[in-house]
């Protein structure tokens, strides 16, 4: 009886001093690297070159002399005078008021011209059936306001020009109403040619 309480005293100590060994080499275990990987969003501020369009504005300078001519020419174009601004530089931009006197006075002759010479341009005209008479033409009547005689062609430069003139006419013992077109050439600021550009019946 005696034996066998001190085998199981044996056993008790054998498993004690086993465990004991256990956590003695449990604690003396070396320490393990552990890696933790983490994704990381970096912003970086990157310049980006971005067109933008600018309004330029050009200034004219006008003093009392010409300020009425200017602003009548912007007005009675209904301020499409870009034409005038072709080629010019910022420090040219004083040659516009005599660019408009140029334009002026070239409309000014095309319309003298149209109705000196404009009939006689019409004579032995086919318009439909008809041959045009000059003697019959009647009631020839110029569009003259300057919105509606037009820059067709310009060269301020040499002075080169191309004026589109339209009137409107009627022909004796004829109820049709008439309509033409008429070209008036001008080069280094005189004129040179006289073209009927159409004729057509107008509505």
């Known amino acids: 009886m005696e034996k066998k309480v001190l085998k199981a005293g044996l056993a008790i100590g054998s498993a004690a001093a086993l465990g004991l060994s256990f956590l003695a080499g449990a604690v003396s275990v070396d320490p393990v690297e552990t890696v933790i990987e983490k994704n990381i969003t970096v912003f970086e501020q990157v310049e980006v070159p971005v067109e933008v369009p600018i309004e330029v504005i050009k200034e004219i300078k006008v003093d009392n002399k010409n300020l009425d001519l200017v602003l009548e020419h912007i007005y009675d174009n209904d301020g499409n005078v870009e034409y005038l601004l072709d080629d010019l530089d910022d420090d040219e931009l004083e040659f516009v008021v005599d660019r408009i006197v140029f334009v002026n006075d070239v409309k000014a002759q095309a319309l003298e011209i149209v109705k000196k010479e404009g009939i006689d341009e019409l004579d032995k005209e086919v318009v439909g059936e008809v041959e045009i008479d000059e003697d019959d033409v009647e009631r020839f009547k110029l569009y003259d306001d300057d919105e509606d005689v037009l820059i067709d062609d310009i060269d301020f430069e040499d002075g080169d020009a191309e004026v589109l003139v339209r009137v ?28 009927l550009e159409e004729v057509y019946v107008r509505e």
């Open 168 to 195: 409107r006419f009627e022909l004796d013992d004829d109820e049709t109403k008439y309509g033409a077109l008429y070209k008036v050439s001008f080069e280094e600021g005189k004129f040179d040619e006289l073209d």
